[in-house]
């Protein structure tokens, strides 16, 4: 009876624990992953993805006084060149105006080529088998006409040939025994 009452005591403490006290994990933990999870996958969850800071102050003004005036200077320098190439244009004879243009024309249309050649084959991979190198008894034989080199040509396919026998007529392999010790 008494071990009956301890054990339903038992039961009752554990179940309350279990409902009504939380598990909590350590909050230094739970930021940890939190964070690693952004760097991974930028947001989160609710979380929002984390903004390049830059400093406060006299440090952040002058880092943002810096990018606007490296934009403005390459805005200028996009400029210069564009009226570079205008006035190199404007120089040139009609001919040669002529022949640059169909040269541009020519080259835009290459590349216009190339890149549909380049998303036919991204969107149609080829499912052919590779062709694998064929065995040398199958390649083409090259034949040379030089008059010089033929008679040596016949003097070599003779000699093969007269290495060549029979197996059926060769001398049979003596084996010898070998004594075990």
Do not use: W
């Amino acid at each position: 009876m008494k071990h009956r009452i301890v054990f339903i005591r038992v039961l009752v403490i554990s179940a309350l624990l279990l409902f009504a006290v939380p598990h909590n994990e350590c909050s230094a933990q739970r930021n940890a992953t939190k964070k690693a999870e952004r760097e991974l996958f930028g947001k989160t969850g609710k979380s929002k993805p984390i903004k390049e800071s830059r400093p406060k102050g006299a440090a952040g003004k002058a880092m943002k006084e810096q990018e606007r005036k490296e934009a403005l200077r390459k805005k200028e320098d996009e400029k210069l060149l564009k009226d570079l190439r205008k006035q190199h244009y404007e120089r040139q004879s009609e001919e040669t105006k002529m022949r640059m243009e169909n040269n541009s024309r020519n080259t835009e249309e290459g590349y216009r080529v190339k890149r549909q050649k380049q998303r036919k084959e991204q969107t149609k991979p080829e499912l052919n088998k590779p062709e694998q190198p064929k065995p040398e008894k199958q390649k083409a034989k090259t034949r040379t006409k030089d008059p010089k080199k033929q008679p040596e040509l016949k003097q070599q396919k003779s000699k093969a040939k007269s290495k060549m026998k029979d197996p059926r007529k060769q001398p049979k392999l003596k084996q010898h025994k070998i004594k075990k010790y």
